[in-house]
């Protein structure tokens, strides 16, 4: 067993070794998941954490690339990327043939309201407001009342912009992420918020890989498998995991 894992893990690499991987980390991906300096480099984060843990195990350099939400898949299906993570093949149309790592592990959406406003508990609830959104991100439980006008989708590119408009009375609702959140109320004061759990179940979270490169998507794969056996993924998303919700 020992000699079959070995073998597949060293012939993709000899085939690649010179060549970085090509990561795509978007600003859009709020912190923890990833931390840009003021230079827009990529400095840490979940996305660093486990994405440097990969190429390491690939004896492979990595090449972050910052791309808009929306030019991902573009990206991966042309060979000009690798793999991009955060993502789920559901809030990707079928037409588009990507590559997918197992489940990495899920994540709650949560609805984060101004202390003084009712709770939030059904889409019922959503009825005729204005919900702060991410730009370039999919929200399948919330797009029938986007496309029927029941409730408005208001993008902004971060969740610290989305929270500032939703103090100033711009939007009415504010979507985010369950560790996003968390990592909010660490940087800023919450105390005049409040946040509920989406009442979907928590969504499961993968890596999308190029399609075009059949060796170096099965050792992609096998090595994020071995990555969660080893404990990497949990300890990546321990380090950045707040109790404050």
């Not at 991902?72 to 993502?87: G, N, P, R, S, Y």
């Amino acid at each position: 067993m020992w000699k079959w894992w070995s073998l597949l893990l060293m012939v993709p690499s000899l085939l690649f070794a010179a060549e970085p991987l090509r990561a795509v980390v978007s600003q859009t991906n709020t912190a923890p998941y990833a931390i840009f300096d003021p230079q827009q480099r990529l400095v840490d984060g979940i996305a660093k954490d486990l994405l440097d843990a990969l190429a390491t195990r690939l004896n492979r350099p990595v090449q972050y690339l910052d791309l808009p939400r929306g030019r991902v898949v573009e990206w991966l299906l042309t060979d000009k990327a690798d793999i991009a993570c955060f993502l789920n093949p559901q809030w990707v149309p079928a037409s588009y043939k990507l590559s997918w790592t197992g489940v990495l592990f899920h994540t709650r959406q949560y609805i984060v309201r101004r202390l003084e406003d009712s709770p939030v508990r059904s889409n019922q609830d959503l009825f005729h407001k204005r919900i702060g959104t991410t730009r370039g991100f999919s929200y399948p439980e919330l797009q029938p009342l986007f496309e029927t006008n029941a409730a408005v989708r208001d993008d902004a590119e971060s969740l610290e912009k989305n929270i500032q408009r939703l103090e100033q009375g711009r939007v009415d609702l504010v979507m985010t992420v369950d560790l996003s959140y968390g990592h909010y109320q660490q940087q800023f004061d919450s105390s005049k918020l409040a946040a509920e759990p989406l009442w979907a179940q928590p969504a499961e979270v993968y890596c999308a890989l190029n399609p075009h490169h059949a060796l170096q998507i099965e050792q992609i794969q096998q090595l994020f498998v071995l990555m969660r056996q080893q404990g990497v993924v949990d300890k990546a998303l321990k380090r950045w995991a707040h109790t404050s919700l």
